[in-house]
């Protein structure tokens, strides 16, 4: 799957001990080192799930509190041309 800037990722996952369908839009998020390209949603999700989201996609993604990124990569290797 492709994940182009503006698109809607919709994604099951646990939260609050239930199953969800949520929401995720990819962005390009304006940060210090430049426009970083994630998977952004305004809810609150488990550290755990936002980490497994990460690895399974291979793109950052950032949540209410903050962004968990796929292992063995950093932001950097996301900026925006």
Do not use: H, N, W
């Amino acid at each position: 799957m492709k994940l182009e800037i503006g698109k809607e990722v919709k994604i099951r996952l646990k939260r609050m001990g239930m199953y969800q369908i949520i929401t995720f839009t990819v962005v390009a998020e304006k940060m210090p080192i430049g426009s970083v390209r994630m998977l952004k949603t305004d809810r609150k999700i488990d550290t755990s799930e936002i980490t497994r989201i990460a690895e399974e996609y291979q793109i950052p993604v950032k949540d209410r509190d903050g962004i968990a990124v796929p292992s063995g990569k950093k932001l950097v290797d996301f900026l925006v041309a």
